[in-house]
């Protein structure tokens, strides 16, 4: 019997992405117009909440990438290639991504352990917010949004994300689940970002967990945990920073140098993820021994299912 740990450990290290080379990007003048009115926008934004990390002016635009005839989990397998391209992740870089030759959204990168998506704005007033809406209970109950209309969202998820891993995206544009589905697979392709600034443990132990997170929340009504896995919104650093700080201070008599704070930080950070990780495992209808243990055949089952869903 295995505990919920072992098994989410050993369900996403069957969920192990291999990046490919994509080939040498083309630079690309991205016109007027909405989205880089948006892109334009953020990197507004990201100057001013984080002046000394953004440190650019422009954006270099790279592409051309169409995926029209790309699914869901090919797109995932493109962008963990990208975010692991050294010609990419190079701060001020962003990588355009077009459907039937019309850019419809990017990759930004702020610096190498920063990449965001961004996609065309939302004309219609009740597609806004709608990632929120899917995967964050915390601003739902936060910002109050219509309890009912949330419910009723998330009610089709199931097979509103089974077409979207599957079906290409030219069918799927104007599917207003699509924007929130692309947040959710960079959010993937950044834990798979060989990045030094990422300790090695945590990159391992935790870059599958939201892929299997994922299917398991939204075939099981628990979508909107998922963004406490992929962001770990109730941690705030300079809280997690004064308590290790004051027990390190009354433990060794010294103040902790900046890569212990660091350090004890992204362990707060996999602990956090972990135990929402194992609340999604525990609620999902996966046979156990009533007390939290799993049998390997349930396990080996689960394995076969995720490895469907996400294989191209």
Request: net charge neutral; proline share 4%; glycine share 4%.
């Amino acid at each position: 019997m295995l505990s919920a740990e072992k098994v989410l450990k050993l369900l996403a290290n069957k969920l192990q992405i291999n990046p490919r080379d994509c080939g040498v990007p083309n630079e690309v003048q991205l016109e007027e117009g909405k989205l880089l009115n948006k892109i334009r926008m953020r990197l507004g934004n990201a100057k001013q909440k984080n002046p000394h990390a953004v440190n650019f002016e422009h954006f270099r635009y790279f592409g051309d990438f169409e995926v029209g005839k790309y699914n869901g989990c090919q797109l995932l397998h493109l962008f963990v290639s990208l975010v692991n391209d050294p010609k990419i992740l190079q701060n001020g870089n962003c990588v355009v991504f077009s459907i039937r030759g019309e850019y419809r959204f990017a990759l930004l990168v702020f610096k190498p352990n920063w990449i965001d998506i961004i996609t065309m704005p939302a004309e219609d007033s009740n597609h806004r917010y709608f990632y929120k809406k899917l995967f964050d209970d915390y601003s739902v109950n936060d910002e109050k949004y219509d309890i009912e209309q949330v419910q009723q969202l998330r009610s089709i998820l199931p097979e509103k994300l089974q077409d979207f891993m599957k079906q290409p995206l030219a069918d799927k544009v104007s599917c207003r689940y699509t924007a929130a589905f692309l947040g959710v697979l960079i959010n993937i392709a950044r834990r798979y970002c060989d990045d030094e600034h990422v300790q090695s443990e945590d990159r391992l132990l935790n870059r599958g967990f939201i892929p299997v997170c994922l299917k398991l929340a939204v075939d099981s009504a628990q979508s909107g945990k998922l963004e406490e896995v992929m962001l770990y919104r109730h941690l705030n650093f300079d809280d997690v920073k004064e308590d290790f700080v004051s027990n390190f201070r009354k433990k060794h008599g010294k103040q902790p140098c900046s890569e212990e704070i660091e350090l004890n930080f992204r362990t707060k950070r996999a602990e956090s993820e972990t135990a929402v990780a194992i609340e999604i495992l525990t609620h999902f209808k996966m046979p156990d021994d009533g007390e939290g243990l799993y049998n390997e055949i349930s396990v080996e089952e689960m394995k076969s299912k995720l490895k469907t869903f996400y294989e191209i």
